[in-house]
Structure formats: structure tokens, C-alpha cells
């Protein structure tokens, strides 16, 4: 048996046993156990504490948990000083129904559309409150915040994502000698970037009211009706040090940070230093004032930053996951499996498919779109295939694994925002995002057979 082959039971065993037992963080570490147990047999123990290593000190992963970790000491701020009480008394005379609460989120997740992170943990923390007083469930607004973050980002040429792909697509040399530079190319694959129009055009629907409540998501608001509990007894551990809503709070306290956050990380392109700004501002609004004591200032912000620790153990379990898998060859063996099918007319809905699996099944949508690109692109110029809709095609697969993968980044940080459990969240998006993928096949398939 190929050792990608063994990839593949073993994604899938952690796949089906969370679905299952809903505990995900156990069947990552599981499933990377097993994975290393493979790879690398008597020398396992040391073998895997070198790759837990690895995977915790690697510069990008510092650079996600103190983020993570840092929204989490803001978050406690705001809610310490009641900030977050004075935007919700304001926004709840605007929101008056559930269908305005709704639009107000997947509106904000719009403007706010320069990185996805970004948008998912500030509009949580702006919206959660209003839609606990209209008795809205959670899982919509994670929902919405996980469909209105990577679709979002995608299809605007000047966020993270753009930069990302734009600069991967152009250091290929087909795309070099047709377009002007990466952002050119990028801008003309962002109409037939099926998946995320499609996502967007259903949470839409969906916040209006017109799209139906199917599966999970239907026994939700079953839930809400019969017992007004906006979340599960599954998710009530995330909840538990939320202050009582009292209506007291100074909205000055939360526009502030927030919007310093906001500004900052937009401007310079960097989340981080926005975080670190809006705790600063934080500090300098809220000791003098006395509505804290230094003391209380920094207790608040251990135990806002504790709260984030188990997004940073499912992530490890995450990102070791991908490595094992990365090490027993999973992504060759897929891409060997697709090789036989390809034809002119069908490489750029297999090329979705194909990277759709990949992010889904690894966690890593821009890991597995770097080591994509070097493969897709040339084999498409070989097979005469379009350029710019097999481009399109890698990013909505990215935009794909982004959004549907319950232990990829953006779906944690959704869920963790929302303040629900993280596989509740998965399970009531799925049929959402599933219909969207299958819809993008679809397009994929029509236009590359007329391109």
C-alpha cells in the first residue's frame, strides 16, 4: 500500500470520527500520531515531538497565535469595560428583526474586506450580543461569518488573498509572458471565480430569508424556538465568562479600538500591529477613567488571551496533520489519481476539484495552492487548456477549503468568534457550501468546454 493511499484512510478516519464523536481536536492528534507511526515507526516519539516543533515555531504559526491570542485579550477588554454593551444597545435600534441583524452582519463582512481574519473576529465581537437579544442562533451568524470572510477577500483584487495568488501565479512563466503582472492576471480570473460568487449569492439568500433552513442548520432554530437557547449545551463552555448584558456601556469604548484595529490593519497591511494599537488605545481610554485598575487591565488580558488556547491546540493538531500528510505524499498521490481524466475541456473543473480535496482534506488552502501552481499551470499550457480559467478555478478551490474545512483557520476562528462549538458550525454550513461547490463544478465544467 502507497503511503498516500495511507494519507488518505487516515484523513479519513479523523474526518468521519469527529463528524461523529464531534470532538475534532483529538482525532487531529490522532490522525498525525498515526501518520508519523508510518513514516517513521521505532523512531516515532522523537521523530513527532520534532515535528510539534516545527510546526508551533514556525513563523507564520507564531505570527497566527498571537493574533488569535492577542483579539482574544481585546475582546475580554472590550467586554470589561462594557464597550461591547454600548454598540449593541446603539445597533440593536437598527437591527430590529432578525432579517436586519443578519444583513448587518454579512454587510459588515463585506466592508470589511481587506483580510479575512480580520473580518471574522471583528465582526463576531460586534454582532454576537445582538443576535443573543433577538434570538437569532449562533450558528447563522458563524455562518455568515465564515462565507463572508475568504469568499469576500477573494474577489477583491487589493487583500491579502489577492497579493498571495497574484504573486504565485506570476512567478510561473505562462502567466508571466500573457499578463502584465500578477494583479492583472488576478483581476481577469476574478469573474469566473464561480465559488465564492456563489457562496455569497447563497448566505445572502439565506440572511434574507430566502433560502431554506436544511439539515443541522433547520434543528438549530428548532432549538431557539422551543427552548430560547441561542447556543448548545455543547457550546456553553465557550460562553461561560461572557458578562450579563445590562444595557450600561459607553459605544466610544468599543468604535474606538475597534476602528483603530480596523484602520491600522488595513493601512499597514498588518493585523497584528492593529491588534496591538486597539489594546493600547484600550489602555489609554479605559485606566484613567477608572473604568478598570492597571490591575484588572492586565488580568483581563491573561484571560482573554487563555480563552484563544483551544483554537492553538486544534491548530497544532491541524497543522501537524498536513505535515505528516505532506511527508507521506498525499498531494502527489491525489494529483497522480487525477492525471488520467485530464483533457483540455475538463482540466479546470478537475483542477477545482482536485484543490478543493486537497485544502479540504490538509487544512492548508494557500499551502496547498503554492504547491499547486507549479504543477497546474504548465500542464494547462500543455493541454492547450484556458489560462485564466484554470487560475480561477485554483483560487475558488482555495476559497473552497477556506470556507468548508472544519479545522482549517478560518472556520476555527468563525466558530471560536461566534462563541459556538467549532464541528456544530462545520455541520450546519456544509449543505451551504456543498451546494456551492457542486454549482461551481457545474460552471466550471459549461464554461471550460466553451472557452
Known sequence: MSNGLIAVIIITIVI???????RCT?????????GAIVLFGKDMPMEYVGILQEVVGDPD?????????????LIALLQ??????????????????????????FILGILIFVD??????????????????????????AFILDSTGAPVCVLLPFSTWAVFYANLFYSEDAVANSFSSGINAYIHAIPFCFYPFIALFIVFLFCMGWFP???????????????????????????????????????????????????????????????????????????????????????SMVEGFATMLSIF??????????????????????IDLAKPFLSASLFP??????????????????????????????????????????????????????????????????SNSAGIDNMEHALTQWPYVFISAGLSCVLFLIIGTVL
Not at 16 to 22: E, L, N, S
Not at 26 to 34: P, Q
Not at 80 to 105: D, P
Open 313 to 334: 491546540f486544534m491548530l497544532v493538531g491541524a497543522f501537524s496533520l498536513a505535515n505528516v500528510c505532506g511527508q507521506l505524499g498525499l498531494t502527489e498521490y491525489l
Open 116 to 141: 479575512d481574519y480580520l473580518n471574522v473576529l471583528t465582526v463576531g465581537v460586534c454582532m454576537k450580543g445582538v443576535y443573543d437579544k433577538r434570538k437569532i442562533p449562533r450558528e447563522s451568524l
Open 213 to 299: 433552513k436544511l439539515d443541522s442548520m433547520k434543528k438549530t432554530y428548532q432549538r431557539v424556538a422551543e427552548t430560547g437557547m441561542v447556543y448548545s449545551e455543547a457550546s456553553k463552555k465557550y460562553n461561560m465568562n461572557e458578562p450579563e448584558y445590562t444595557g450600561e456601556g459607553n459605544v466610544w469604548d468599543f468604535i474606538i479600538p475597534i476602528g483603530l484595529l480596523i484602520a491600522v490593519g488595513i493601512a499597514s497591511g498588518e493585523i497584528l500591529l492593529g491588534v496591538l494599537v486597539a489594546i493600547i488605545t484600550c489602555l489609554v481610554l479605559y485606566v484613567p477613567r477608572k473604568l478598570m485598575s492597571m490591575e484588572e487591565f492586565f488580568n
Open 16 to 22: 468521519v470520527g469527529a463528524i461523529v464523536t464531534k
Open 349 to 414: 473543473m478537475l483542477t477545482f476539484l482536485l484543490l478543493a480535496v486537497l485544502a479540504f482534506v490538509t487544512g492548508s488552502n494557500w499551502g496547498m495552492s503554492a504547491v499547486v501552481i507549479p504543477i497546474m499551470i504548465p500542464m494547462c499550457v500543455a493541454l492547450n487548456a484556458n489560462l485564466v480559467l484554470t487560475m480561477a478555478a485554483i483560487i475558488s478551490g482555495g476559497a473552497f477549503g477556506s470556507h468548508a474545512c472544519f479545522y482549517t483557520d478560518a472556520t476555527v476562528l468563525s
Open 61 to 73: 504559526n507564531v505570527w497566527l497565535w498571537l493574533v488569535c491570542g492577542l483579539f482574544g485579550s
Open 26 to 34: 483529538e482525532f487531529l492528534f490522532l490522525g498525525s500520531v498515526l
Open 80 to 105: 470589561a469595560a462594557k464597550g461591547t454593551f454600548g454598540f449593541q444597545r446603539i445597533i440593536e435600534k437598527i437591527c430590529k428583526n432578525e432579517r436586519r441583524t443578519m444583513l448587518a452582519s
